[in-house]
């Protein structure tokens, strides 16, 4: 190795936190953006699913990175390549067509990101010595851990910082239903006064901050049916806020021509695992009708003319029986001075009094999605200069191969099939693909379930909550299983702590059945949850990691190892591109049941696989 006069602590920190930020970007912080901006689960899980498909095709790839320039070259060109692609993303938010524009930056940020991870890794090795490498690996593993600190909890943080900022002051509206009011009829509100407006601010009033209704809704209005009554109400509203251009109105065309998501076309094999799985919350036989209230909402003043204010109304707190059907509204210097109007469905099968609690925050959402990719480029911008001249330039890394492609690929093909004459083969693939069977679908769906409102099953949760609850205390609680499980294995042994991980790895799963049930609100108690199941996940993931590594043993170590990661992604990428589908078909709480139904494949894939009783002890 040649020599270099730079400390491995002015480029080791920074290099692995250019290696993690991309991965959580691409994984986690992309699933946040697009909840956030409106996509459906559906869409989001399957298409950010397709993202993993670079790290699980990275071994094919990753010998030609040995023959074609060196480590260090590859490391600094994907950060140029990662800076680009971050502000990509950032350009191509306010795009009509955002959605899939973003996901081809993506799907090139994944395949770069994958990339870096091969080129570091390989340099790590090649510009310190055997004494230095084992020096350093934790610093290294400790600034990866940053790197997802980072990304999944102060960048998302900071987001929700920046809607907060960009935001009227959010007004708060409550809904309160019981059996025993006396049923009234349904009219559309008007504002008597409108105080003179002295505020620098403009900010949202409502006609009544507190509704009361009956959860019981009258049989007839002036000799018409109810339901009949109710519909056109409905209709009327619809239109009156489509024609005021607070709602958008639907364009039938666009409609028609637009690509939906499996859940909304309703194959029929949707519709069969939504009529047979799903959380039917009225049966087909009952006919009784729920009641509706309508609230008015007024901003006080005219905003200006190149800036319209967005309403977003979320289902904060309370009862899910109370829902809102449109929750996005727009106000411009055109229509401000009109009313918007907000309709309440009140569930009939509500049989105490209740409540829900409603919030309108006007956020600039698109734009502190815009703010956090910037920021993600510039980060890479200046990551890309630093370690251009930083980085040490080792004799290994230019001299450390002579071989051709042809002798390239001909060692993988030898190494790729000897891989599959392993003792144990298919039963190890079974493993590397089932025993995160559960978490698979799981994490796809958190951050949805904790940013979907109360009356969609979710948990309401702000943008910045998410970050705090899911990128800090969750990644705490998965590191500090990981470290608990790598001292559990280490005086164990695998085999003996094979079994009390996969327990683990399970039975947290049935957090987010108590939290999609009971539906509690308070931090503490969704941080604890989130905290519970990321330990669990941690400590159980460790027996995984540890049989990769003892199935990977032998002469092609290393290229095998490689192998089982790709597995070990496949894994993940498969179950996780389906969830939002099964979500969104069968509901929060029944979801979270099938993915407790589906450790079963975990435990049964732990009763197939052989290991040496001394492998991970401590010697």
Request: hydrophobic letters at 45%; glycine letters at 8%.
């Amino acid at each position: 190795m040649g020599k270099h006069i730079k400390s491995p602590w002015a480029w080791i920190p920074t290099l692995y936190l250019a290696q993690g930020l991309p991965y959580v970007a691409v994984m986690t912080i992309s699933v946040i953006m697009y909840k956030r901006l409106g996509i459906s689960n559906t869409d989001i899980a399957l298409y950010t699913g397709w993202l993993y498909l670079p790290w699980v095709i990275k071994p094919f790839w990753s010998p030609f990175i040995d023959i074609i320039k060196t480590k260090r070259w590859w490391t600094v060109a994907m950060q140029w390549i990662l800076a680009l692609a971050f502000a990509g993303v950032a350009f191509t938010i306010p795009a009509p067509f955002f959605f899939k524009l973003t996901l081809a930056v993506f799907w090139i940020m994944g395949f770069a990101s994958a990339t870096h991870d091969i080129a570091t890794d390989g340099f790590y090795m090649l510009a310190l010595d055997k004494h230095e490498q084992s020096l350093y690996v934790g610093i290294r593993s400790t600034f990866y851990r940053i790197a997802t600190v980072a990304g999944q909890g102060l960048l998302v943080i900071m987001a929700g910082l920046i809607e907060t900022g960009t935001s009227l002051a959010p007004a708060q509206l409550t809904v309160q239903a019981s059996p025993a009011a006396q049923p009234t009829v349904a009219k559309i509100p008007r504002f008597n006064d409108i105080p003179a407006d002295t505020a620098v601010e403009p900010y949202f009033i409502y006609t009544d901050p507190q509704v009361s209704v009956s959860s019981n809704a009258p049989d007839e209005v002036n000799g018409i049916p109810f339901k009949t009554y109710a519909a056109a109400l409905r209709d009327s509203i619809k239109r009156h806020n489509e024609i005021h251009g607070f709602t958008e109105a639907e364009n039938k065309e666009q409609a028609a021509t637009a690509r939906q998501s499996p859940a909304q076309n309703s194959s029929p094999f949707t519709t069969w695992v939504k009529n047979t799985f799903g959380e039917n919350r009225q049966p087909a036989t009952d006919d009784a009708a729920d009641n509706i209230a309508i609230v008015g909402v007024r901003l006080s003043k005219m905003p200006p003319a190149d800036k319209p204010v967005i309403l977003n109304v979320t289902h904060r707190s309370g009862d899910p029986g109370i829902t809102l059907q449109s929750t996005r509204f727009e106000f411009t210097s055109e229509n401000f001075d009109e009313t918007a109007y907000l309709l309440f469905e009140i569930d009939h099968k509500i049989k105490s009094e209740t409540r829900a609690t409603f919030i309108g925050a006007s956020g600039n959402i698109p734009f502190a999605w815009m703010a956090v990719f910037m920021l993600l480029s510039a980060f890479f911008l200046a990551a890309a200069i630093y370690h251009s001249r930083i980085l040490p330039r080792p004799i290994a890394d230019a001299h450390h191969s002579r071989q051709s492609a042809h002798e390239i690929i001909e060692e993988f093909a030898h190494t790729f099939t000897s891989f599959f004459k392993k003792k144990q083969i298919w039963v190890a693939i079974a493993f590397m693909l089932l025993y995160r069977l559960p978490e698979a679908q799981l994490v796809k769906m958190i951050n949805p379930f904790l940013l979907d409102p109360i009356d969609k099953g979710g948990m309401g949760l702000s943008t910045g909550e998410v970050g705090l609850v899911y990128g800090t205390v969750g990644i705490i609680g998965l590191t500090v299983g990981g470290i608990i499980g790598g001292i559990a294995a280490a005086r164990g042994g695998l085999k003996r702590c094979l079994w009390p991980m996969a327990w683990s790895m399970s039975l947290t799963c049935l957090t987010f059945v108590y939290l999609s049930y009971a539906q509690d609100s308070s931090l503490l108690t969704i941080n604890l949850c989130v905290f519970i199941e990321q330990f669990g996940y941690g400590f159980g993931f460790t027996a995984y990691m540890l049989y990769l590594i003892y199935f990977s043993e032998g002469r092609h170590k290393t290229a095998h190892y490689a192998i089982c990661t790709g597995f070990m992604a496949l894994g993940m990428m498969l179950p996780g591109m389906a969830a939002g589908w099964l979500q969104e078909a069968i509901g929060y709480r029944h979801f979270f049941i099938w993915t407790m139904i589906c450790c079963a494949a975990t435990i049964a894939v732990c009763a197939f696989i052989k290991i040496d009783p001394k492998f991970g002890l401590k010697q």
